[in-house]
């Protein structure tokens, strides 16, 4: 939507100022809601078929990070983001692409 039909509602500074990043609570969401979407997006048979990351290192890479061991939510992110993309793209796979149950409701 363009600036000019915000205007009126919203304040000059907010409208006509710098644009600024957000942040998203990915680290919650992978211990959460996410985690069984990141597991299955991330199993083993997909990691396998696709061929380009082993398996049990994407799997220690869950584990530790929604046992709290540490943040590796970009990690998460960006496997899951590659993932997904190549069922789309490049495997081809029909029907819409897959969303997490926690966000279909």
Avoid: C, N
């Amino acid at each position: 939507m363009s600036a000019i039909f915000l205007a009126p509602l919203l304040p000059r500074k907010i409208v006509y100022g710098r644009k600024r990043g957000f942040s998203i609570p990915a680290a919650a969401w992978l211990r959460g809601e996410l985690e069984p979407f990141a597991r299955d997006t991330l199993s083993t048979d997909v990691l396998r078929r696709q061929g380009f990351f082993r398996p049990e290192a994407v799997q220690r890479l869950i584990d530790d990070h929604v046992a709290g061991r540490e943040d590796l939510s970009r990690q998460l992110w960006g496997l899951l983001a590659f993932t997904l993309w190549h069922e789309r793209h490049v495997e081809r796979e029909p029907g819409p692409a897959r969303i997490p149950e926690a966000l279909a409701a």
